[in-house]
């Protein structure tokens, strides 16, 4: 008996050290190195398990399909260019590794529990938070005047605290115990003001939703919501161009100024007034280079074949920004605006699947119909709909899962997820 329980504490260890160490060194390298460390543990996680649960592929099916038919809409591509195809080709394989990796980590085979999962996600969330912040706190502490320009001399990055806030306020709210009670509510504090002085818009707006979601839900069914927004979302990115609203006249010189000049920069379309571009126009261009860049993306979609707007272009596609921007985004293989990512290198079907999969993951939530926690279901039917919104505002503003540096922890905790409402109701023992 000892013996055995000795095994276990080992490999309970194994894996423990294992998980730790891809959530806090895989967000920080280079996607090369990224790759390789992803690889070798996806290599090492095949030869450590028996049996590769099939309950997975169910719910991760659309974003093979993705996969695969960018994969086969760039052949071409591959021959004039194969760095570039096989670089796309990894920005679209990667989200799957971190999703079966989180898959993987939950259960008897690595004899890690749920809670201490998401503790370790959370600390990781925390760790990775203050490590981009720590040059920042340093001068601020030395006596520096914050601006809204010092979040981007600093690169204050609250990703990771977004994410970190929702589970701890979730935990919070549901009254599912991670952590004690002060410790919820000083990562809760901690996060919140990470997230307020990063300045990021779209982290702020992220955070506003997920601490009024649990409110929401009262209200509208989470399958109603999801079609509101994704329905706001598609008119945004292909109908942008039908918004007649001018250009902000002035510059955002604050946050609050930023905010409202947000919308330029949402709306997917030309912002060139004249058929020769003069200063003006070269100067919004460069301004709201984020809807310049998706309406140059969306146009080439556009000009591609039948075949072509239905399964995309594939990897190795690029738009050409030469001709608008003065130092960066001269081939623009990939978007901040994720969903032309997608459409562009997938096609229709590809964004149709993209959307399936949160589909299929919001019935995660809505389907249970016997657990033994009522605290940790209450946990994971609100933390899922929270992901999801999370993972589409992310697509939407800043790339979402097809990126170089792809949210790491986010696609982790999808797996976890996946996994632990599976293992939970015995689908797949």
Known sequence: MNLILDRLNITRAYWFIFFALQLLIVPLVPYRIKFLILSLSMFWILLSMKVIKKYIFNFIWPLLAILCIGAISGLENFIKDPYLYSRGFYYFLQPLLLIFIGFMAVGKSSGLGFKMILRLIIYSALALTILSYANFLIDLIFGLNFSLETRYEYGLNSDFAVLGIMLV???RFTNYRIFKKTTEISLTIIFFVFILISLSR?????????LAYPYMARMISFNKQLFIVTAIIFSLVFLGSLFQIALPENYADNFSSKIMNSYAEVLVRDNVANDDMDYNDY???????RSQEAFLGL??????SFTQLFFGQGYGTYADGSIYFDDKFQQIPIFHNGFITIVLKSGFIGILLYIYFFFLFAKLSTTIN??????????????????IY?????TFFIMGFYTPQAPVLLL?????LIKKIGYSLNVDK
């Open 390 to 394: 999370m993972s589409l505002f992310k």
């Open 299 to 304: 146009s080439l979609f556009l000009e591609g």
């Open 370 to 387: 016997r657990y033994n926690n009522w605290s940790e279901f209450l946990f994971i039917k609100l933390a899922i709909p929270c992901l």
């Open 169 to 171: 306020y979730i935990s």
């Open 412 to 416: 982790v905790l999808f797996g976890v």
């Open 202 to 210: 779209t982290n702020i707006l992220i955070m506003l939703l997920i």
């Open 283 to 289: 100067a919004s261009v460069n301004l709201y280079w």
